[in-house]
């Protein structure tokens, strides 16, 4: 069955320190990716997304992610994290198959910044 | 652009009653999703729209959930009669086709207490 594993529930940095959370996907072929974040109260907005090509993909807000097949991992990071981003971040995929736009979430890991 | 509007934003109700939310999508997004998403997991799709037909519904209890959209544009999901285990927020997308590609934006949801 597809799935998708958020390793990390809860994860906390400083402010100004790196940032990657990460994310391992089951299919049987490369789905689409997708990172999306939810602050308190809001709906979810998509940060970045993967379709094909490079693996090395930007998002909004100074987000990247790196697809990496062998692992079938989709990793999200972000150089230098703000007070502002503390959310909970979502990884998911939408299979390739049937292409009818579900997706699939991780449970979500919960970002705290500490001043 | 309005995004995706959802009401009620909360709404708590005992065991056994009923209760309704409605979905208004961005404009001109044919398709629409429902999402369930219980505390601590991430969103889970229970119907999916493209204009007034359904696309999926593989995970939606039909034996007290229903969907409709009947005109195409705004939606409405209905429980009856409601469990405690059907606390949840319910997020409601839109996107302007139904391929897997095609980015979803979401409401803020609505926040469902059963008692």
């Known amino acids: 069955a597809q799935s998708v594993t958020q390793p990390d529930i809860h994860i906390t940095v400083s402010e100004g320190a790196s940032l990657e959370l990460r994310c391992n996907y089951s299919y049987g072929a490369t789905p689409y990716l997708f990172w999306y974040v939810q602050s308190p109260g809001q709906g979810l907005q998509l940060l970045l997304k993967y379709f094909s090509g490079d693996t090395l993909v930007q998002g909004i807000k100074g987000f990247e992610a790196e697809f990496k097949r062998s692992q079938s991992s989709f990793n999200l990071r972000k150089p230098s994290v703000h007070w502002s981003d503390a959310a909970e971040y979502f990884c998911a995929v939408a299979p390739t198959s049937g292409n009818t736009g579900k997706l699939i979430f991780g449970q979500g890991t919960t970002l705290q910044v500490k001043p | 652009e309005a995004g995706v509007a959802q009401s009620p934003r909360y709404k708590i109700i005992e065991k056994r009653q009923s209760v309704a939310f409605w979905c208004n999508p961005i404009s001109g997004h044919a398709t629409l999703y429902w999402y369930q998403q219980i505390l601590g997991q991430g969103p889970k799709l229970l119907i999916q729209?493209?204009?007034?037909?359904?696309?999926?519904d593989s995970q939606l209890p039909k034996d007290r959930f229903s969907a409709e959209r009947l005109k195409g544009v705004d939606s409405t999901l209905k429980i009856q009669p409601a469990k405690l285990e059907d606390s949840a927020v319910y997020l409601c997308?839109?996107?302007?086709?139904?391929?897997?590609?095609?980015?979803?934006?979401f409401g803020p949801g609505t926040r469902l207490t059963v008692t």
């Open positions: 997308a839109s996107s302007l086709n139904s391929l897997a590609s095609g980015e979803q934006y």
């Open positions: 729209f493209q204009n007034n037909g359904v696309v999926d």
